[in-house]
């Protein structure tokens, strides 16, 4: 049982929180670098190396052990959640695709999506509010779960190449995406 705790325990590091120097300019990042925005006037962001031309990473990466977080969604018809590669190149926009090392979650006008392909077996009704993203470097896996009904939505597996940063981009100016620590009862 002692292994068990001692894993239970290492999986809360620090919560997952925004960095704002990494947002692209239609993202509006809080003062708490807990939630995002989408905002139709472009903000004027000074440009640097770590900025991404769509989308904000987290300001924490991860090489190795288990973390999760969850993300709230709410009504929003047009959000992307993942992990992106830490040498991606930021200054052109990503394809959505492992072999580019960015891993996502989609949902695109109300479709859902693992990266660029639809998710045809997807109950649209069961509209989660909030994703938990599970991620098991070292077992080299990510899965985007409904904590509540913990039902898997999508899962990749095969490994990362390089440490990962989670990433979040959404598109609908009324619903903001929200970010907290996965609360370790559902785990």
């Not at 779960?145 to 095969?158: A, D, K, V």
Request: aromatic share 10%; net charge negative; glycine share 6%.
């Amino acid at each position: 049982h002692d292994n068990q705790r001692l894993l239970q325990s290492s999986v809360f590091t620090a919560p997952v929180t925004l960095d704002p120097d990494t947002a692209s300019n239609k993202l509006q990042v809080s003062e708490d670098y807990t939630s995002v925005e989408y905002v139709e006037e472009k903000l004027h962001v000074s440009d640097n190396p770590k900025r991404l031309q769509e989308g904000v990473l987290a300001s924490q990466g991860f090489s190795s052990g288990v973390h999760c977080w969850d993300v709230e969604v709410g009504d929003s018809n047009n959000w992307t959640l993942g992990v992106m590669g830490e040498m991606v190149n930021r200054k052109k926009l990503c394809k959505m695709d492992p072999k580019n090392r960015f891993w996502c979650f989609r949902n695109v006008d109300g479709k859902y999506k693992k990266g660029t392909k639809p998710i045809s077996d997807f109950d649209s009704n069961e509209r989660p509010n909030v994703i938990r993203l599970q991620l098991d470097f070292d077992k080299g896996e990510l899965r985007f779960i409904e904590p509540f009904r913990n039902s898997s939505l999508c899962t990749y597996t095969g490994g990362f190449p390089e440490r990962v940063f989670p990433y979040f981009n959404t598109g609908d100016p009324d619903s903001p995406l929200s970010l907290f620590p996965a609360n370790k009862q559902n785990i």
